[in-house]
């Protein structure tokens, strides 16, 4: 495996555009949407193992690690009360300046960032299936700039997308 050698235009200031693709009750997307000023965004590896104990002492000690399952978790925090933005939050439906609360199951969709930080290599996602979740309280009363959090799981969509089922990450080189 090759390494890069020390190089500090690798040190990044990450800043970029993410956007969401809501897919409707059929599984189809209804159009891709900027979800405004993202302050946080961020990629994090899932791993289940299953653990073999040796009962052969009197310590149980482990001497086999499997790997079970692996995935990846998708958070992001947006900080603009778009009622579409608010609508994902609650699984709420939107029509006309209503959002309609738990007008949904789930909110399932494609995620896309194109990135454009301050410093560093500029790298663009797609994450072609996640399953969306608000993670935590959507406060309408705050001392500090209200975000809505958000958190989803990355999803198989080996039909569509045989050669990269869960996303691609893309390092847009000579921009």
């Not at 899932?46 to 310590?59: A, G, N």
């Not at 609508?87 to 939107?94: E, H, I, K, S």
């Not at 969306?132 to 209200?146: M, Y």
Request: include cysteine; charge should be negative.
């Amino acid at each position: 495996m090759g390494w890069t050698a020390h190089d500090t235009d690798l040190y990044t200031l990450g800043k970029g555009i993410a956007m969401f693709d809501l897919f409707d009750s059929n599984g189809l997307p209804t159009g891709l949407r900027d979800l405004g000023n993202a302050p946080a965004v961020s990629l994090t590896p899932t791993v289940e193992d299953l653990k073999h104990y040796s009962s052969r002492e009197s310590i149980k000690k482990v001497d086999k690690v499997v790997n079970i399952s692996s995935g990846i978790t998708l958070k992001f925090t947006l900080d603009e009360y778009d009622k579409h933005n608010i609508a994902l939050a609650l699984l709420g439906t939107v029509s006309g300046n209503d959002i309609f609360l738990l007008d949904v199951g789930q909110i399932e969709g494609e995620f896309r960032f194109y990135g454009d930080p301050s410093a560093g290599p500029k790298y663009n996602f797609y994450l072609w299936k996640v399953l969306l979740k608000c993670n935590t309280d959507l406060n309408f009363i705050s001392d500090d700039w209200a975000t809505i959090p958000f958190e989803a799981e990355v999803q198989d969509d080996t039909t569509n997308h045989p050669d990269s089922p869960y996303g691609l990450i893309q390092q847009i080189v000579g921009s």
